[in-house]
C-alpha cells in the first residue's frame, strides 16, 4: 500500500481529518470526537412523505438527513427514484429543518446538479470503483462519502479515495456498508475489523451503514452500537415512516419508534467513549 | 432451518440457556445477563510461564482461563501443543486460581482425558463439522464451547450445535471467530452480524473472539467492545507475557498490560448494558 | 430471477442469439457453433507496437483485436491508457489487419468516441452495474461485451445485461472473467460453472477470459481449454511481444509464441466440439 | 509455502507420483497419463440397489466404484449411511464386478474397518483438517482420496496432503470438488484454475468432483469436460438409478443414461490429449 500517498496517515503521526459540513442553520462535524448520525428514508418517495420524516429526524436529533434521488437498483424494472425532483425536495428539507443533506450521485452527467442541490454526495458500493466519477467528486469540492464496495479490499477502497484527494478534494468520510460472504441470512456481512483498522492506517473519518450491512431491521441497533464501539465517527441509518410500503429497502428501514430507541443508545454509547453526539 | 430443532427459540419465547461451570473455586456462569472473560495464551508453552500467566489473569479479575494443550496447525511440522502434559499443567493451574480451565480436544480417543481435567471443552473451527466429535462432546455432559467453522453458514453451525444438543448436553456456548473471506489485511472477518442474529434465533449463549478474528493485537480492544456491544455473552482472548516468542499466534496476543486495559473498557461496557463482569 | 424478461430463454425453446460483428474485411459472428477468438495486449502501449502485436495475431488466426484504451486502474498514479490516441491507433489496426477491435470504455462522455472507433465496446468488471454506462450501451447500439463484476451473482449479471436488452440493443456477449475469493494463489477464481449454467439459462453468447481468471501466464492455456469445454462460444486472451515490460498485466500475458500453442489447442477442440473456428 | 516439503515439485524435476490400485480384477492406476472415472451413488442405500449400480457402472467402462456407507450430514436427521453393513455391501460389489472400491471414512475409530473392506479411502471435506484423522489416513498405507475443505486455500490443502505423506503414505490423490462462495446458484464454485495450478506445483495426482462442485445434475457434462481440459487425472461422478428417490444428493446425481452420455464425451477427451481411459 506504499503508493496510497493520500489517504494513510503519516508514520508515527495521529493526524485526523475533521470535516465541516456547511449548508444547514449550523455546521456540523464528523471526525474523530464526534459520532455524528444521518438518518432518513432509502429513496426520497414524495415530497409530503420526505418533509414529514425530515421534521421527524430533526425533532430526534438526527445531524444530516439521507435520501436517495438516483438508485442503482439491481433490475431495469424496480424504482429508480425521483431525479431532479428529489433533489429539489431534498433542498425544501434542509430549508425546512436546517439540516444539510446527503443524497447518492449515479451518473457523471449529473454530478453538478447533486452538488446544487445537496451538501455531501454520496459514492455508493457499486461506483466504487468508477474512476471518472471519483475523479469529478474530486473536482467538485463537495463533501463526499464514500462507501465500500461490496467486495472491495480495504487497499482498493483507500485507493477509491486517493482519487478524489488526488483531485484536490480531501473531504471524503468513509462509509462501511457490509461485504458479500457466503453467509445468506444477512444482507451483507459488516466488517467490523476494518472499521478498528482504519481508524489506525487512515485519517479520514470512517461511518457505518447498519442498514445495508445487515439487511434486517432487528439488527440495526446492535450492529449500530458496535460500529461505535469499534471506533466509528458516525453512522448511516434507513428510516421510514411505513417500512412494509416503502419502495425499496423496506425490511431495513426502521419505524420512526425504533430509529429512537437506537438514537438513545448510541447517544449513551458517545457519551461513554466522550464523542460529541 | 425447520430441521433444526433443539438450537432455535421456540416462537415467541424469549428462552435463554444459561450454563453455570463448575470446578472452580466459585461457579462461573455464561448466558444472558453475564459479560464473561475467557483468557489466557494460545498454547501451554511450559509449567512455569502458564501458572505464571494465570495467576496474573486471575488478578485482572478473567472469569476463565483458556489453554491450548493440542493444536490444530496447518502444517505438520509447527509446534502442536504439549498434549497430556499441557492438561496437567492447565489442571495445576486450576488449584492454583480457583478458576475453571478451557481447551480444546481435537481427536475423539482423548475426548475423556481432556474431560477428566478440564472444565469446558472446545471444539474448534476446523472441527465445527466432525460429526463424530460432536458427539462424543454430546455424551460427554461437559460444557462445550463450539466455535464457527471459518466458512460455515450459522445454519450449518446451529447444525452442528444440535449434534451436541441431541446427544443430550445442553451445554452449548457458540463462539464468533471470524469467518473467511477475500479481505486479506486481517487474519479474519468477524461476522457480528451473526452475533446480534444468533441472539434473536438461538436460546444458546454466544462470545466471540476477537484475538483470531482479527490476528492483529491492536485491533482486540475494538473488536471486544463492539462484540460485547452487538449482544455478546462473554469474550475469549489471547494473553501472553511475551507475544514475540510466542509458540503460536504471536502477532494477535496481547500482553497482559493491554489486556488489562481491554478488560476495563469491556467492563465499563458491561456495566452500561446492565450485565455482571 | 423472474423479473428477468430480455436475458433469459423462453421456456422449453432453445433460443441463441448470434451475433454479427461488422467493421473488418469480414464479418465475424459471435455465439452458438463458432468459438471466437479476440486476442492483443491489455492496453495499446505504442502505434509501433500495437500494429505489430495486430499484424501477428492475424497471422495466428485470431478473429478480433483488443486493446485497451481507456484503462481502470486500482491507484491512481498507475498507467491509464493513452486515450484517445488509443482509439485512433485501434482503428489504425482495424485498416491494416481487415480484423475488427474491441475496447473498453469507462466515462459514460466517451462513449460515442469509442463507438466511432471500434467495433465491439467492452464494459469492464467494475463497471457491470454502472447503470447509466449499461443503458448508454444499450442505445449505442454496438455489440458490447459485458463481464461479470468479480463478485456479481449470475442473477445480478443477467440483470445488467437486462439493461442494455432493455434499452433495444440485443448484442450483448457475456464475459465471465473470475470471481474473488478467499483463494489468493491465482488473480480471481474463475467461475466455469457459471460458463454451464449461462448456456442453460440464457440465450446470449458467452465468452471466457482466462488471462484476469488467473493473472498467470501458465494457466492461460489449461483454463482456455477447461472454459471451451465448458461451453464457452470463444475467448479473450492477453498477448503481449514482451510481457516482463508491459505497462500492466505483464504476468498474466502471453508471448506470441506461447499465445499460438494454445490457439492450436483451442482449434482442436472446437472441431472435436463441431464448433467454427 | 517451503514449509511444505513432500506435496511440492522439486524445482525443475517433473516428477509426477503415479498410484497403483489394487483390489479389483485388474490393476488400476492413478495419475498422469490417465483420466480415472470413479462412480456410484452418493451412499450405499440398500445391497440390491448397490450391486445392481456397480454392474452398470461396470458396463460403462467405470474404473472404480464410490459409495458412501458413512455419510457425514449437515443435520443430525438425515440419512448418516448404513455403517458397517455398508462397507460389506460395498466389498461384495467389488468381488462381483471386479472394480476396486472408494468410501469415505469419518470417526478415526472406523479408519481399520473401512481399509479392511474398501481399496481406497477417502477424506471428505470437512475433515480436511481433521489432523489426527490425516495422520492416521498416512499410517494405514492405503491409497487416500483427499477432498479440498470447501474454503481450503491450496496451500491448506497441500499440507493437508503433507500429514498424510509425512506420515509414510505417498498414495494421495488430490480432489476438488468446488469451494464455497458468494454464488448461490450453485452448491459449490468449482475451482478449476486450482486444478491447472496444482498439476504445475505439486507432483501428486489431482481429480475433480463434478457432482458436489456443482449440485446440478446438467452441469456434470460440461464441468467433467472442463476438469479433464484443465489437466484433471480423473473424475469422481455420482450416478443413481432413480435420482429422485436418492437418499443424499439426488439433484446432483445423473441417470446412468445420462453417465453413458458424460463417460463418452470424457473418453473423446482423454484420447484427444493422450490419456489412457
Known amino acids: 500500500m506504499l503508493g496510497c500517498k493520500l489517504a494513510l496517515k503519516e508514520d508515527n503521526i495521529d493526524q485526523r481529518t475533521i470535516i465541516n459540513i456547511p449548508g444547514g442553520q449550523k455546521t456540523v462535524t464528523i471526525g474523530e470526537g464526534h459520532c455524528t448520525i444521518i438518518a432518513g428514508p432509502c429513496a426520497v418517495e414524495s415530497r409530503e412523505a420526505y418533509l414529514e420524516i425530515a421534521l421527524i429526524m430533526k425533532e430526534m436529533g438526527v445531524h444530516i438527513l439521507r435520501g436517495g434521488a438516483f438508485k442503482p ?3 431495469p424494472y424496480s424504482f429508480a427514484g425521483l431525479g ?5 425536495i431534498l433542498a425544501e428539507a434542509r430549508e425546512l429543518t436546517g439540516l444539510p443533506v446527503v443524497t447518492e450521485v449515479l451518473d457523471i452527467r449529473e454530478m453538478e446538479k447533486v452538488c446544487y442541490y445537496c451538501d455531501i454526495i454520496q459514492i455508493g458500493s457499486r461506483n466504487m470503483q468508477n474512476f471518472p466519477l471519483l475523479k469529478e467528486a474530486g473536482r467538485s469540492g463537495k463533501p463526499v462519502i464514500l462507501k465500500r464496495g461490496f467486495a472491495a ?3 482498493e477502497w483507500l485507493f477509491a479515495s486517493e482519487y478524489i484527494l488526488q483531485a484536490g478534494n480531501n473531504q471524503v468520510i468513509l462509509c462501511e456498508r457490509g461485504i458479500r460472504t457466503f453467509e ?9 475489523g476494518a472499521v478498528a483498522l482504519l481508524k489506525n492506517l487512515s485519517h479520514l473519518p470512517i461511518i457505518v451503514d447498519p442498514s445495508h450491512a445487515t439487511g434486517k431491521r432487528e439488527l440495526v441497533k446492535p450492529v449500530a452500537r458496535a460500529a461505535v464501539s469499534a471506533g466509528a465517527d458516525g453512522l448511516i441509518i434507513e428510516v421510514h415512516q411505513n417500512p412494509d410500503k416503502a419502495l425499496s429497502d423496506g425490511p431495513q428501514s426502521l419505524t420512526p419508534d425504533l430509529f429512537a430507541d437506537v438514537a438513545r443508545d448510541i447517544k449513551k454509547l458517545a457519551q461513554l467513549y466522550n464523542k460529541e453526539c
Chains 1, 2, 3, 4 share one sequence.
Do not use: A, H, P, Y
Open 153 to 155: 479490499t480495504i487497499e
Open 73 to 75: 437498483r439491481t433490475s
Open 184 to 192: 445468506s441470512m444477512m444482507r451483507n456481512t459488516v466488517d467490523i
Open 84 to 88: 431532479e425532483k428529489g433533489l429539489k
